[in-house]
């Protein structure tokens, strides 16, 4: 249960891509909001300039959709997680407070190596690697993986950055191929963790 009796009945809300755990917004729900985005599983916040309820995109189309809440241990903060429908800021940004994907972008290529899968795209190389079946995929990723040995051994740092790229591509690619994702991956190494 929240705690809205604190701050005037508004608690902040944090919000955050669903797929790059990357942080895109910050707003306020009452109870009522809380209760809207529930109910329709799009973000809604109340507006303290505006002074009502205000669904994140009915302007735009830029909705967030609900994958899951969380509330704080002290129950006076919630983070959501989102699929965005697009840009969350409204000046066009995916996030109002400009970071670099970074590691996150590791999760964005994983979605668009999957889109790929779900919706070919003629000429897509992601498609291409698709048609000729996992042997093919497994051999690029192997092939990658001895290119990124041997520019390791030869210490030229721009090399082993490039053959590392190309070789976790192929593995994300593999990884659609066999239906795992990285939150998967992620989840096994993190068990190993101590």
């Known amino acids: 249960m929240i705690d809205f009796n604190k701050n005037d009945g508004l608690v902040p809300v944090i919000i955050q891509d669903n797929k790059t755990l990357e942080v895109l917004m910050l707003g306020y729900m009452n109870e009522e909001a809380w209760e809207k985005t529930n109910e329709d599983k799009l973000v809604t916040f109340f507006s303290r300039s505006k002074n009502r309820l205000w669904t994140k995109g009915e302007e735009s189309g830029n909705f967030l959709k609900v994958v899951s809440t969380h509330i704080d241990c002290d129950r006076d903060t919630i983070l959501i997680k989102a699929k ?111």
């Open 84 to 194: 965005p429908q697009g840009p969350t800021c409204h000046t066009g940004s995916r996030s109002c407070f400009q970071t670099e994907f970074n590691q996150n972008f590791l999760f964005y290529l994983e979605s668009v190596v999957k889109d790929r899968y779900e919706n070919p795209v003629e000429g897509s190389y992601i498609n291409r690697l698709q048609a000729k079946g996992i042997n093919k995929i497994a051999q690029k990723v192997g092939e990658e993986a001895t290119e990124t040995i041997i520019a390791a051994l030869n210490e030229r740092k721009k090399d082993f950055v490039n053959e590392t790229s190309d070789l976790l591509f192929h593995l994300l690619v593999l990884l659609q191929e066999k239906n795992i994702s990285l939150k998967k991956i992620a989840k096994n190494l993190e068990s190993r963790h101590k």
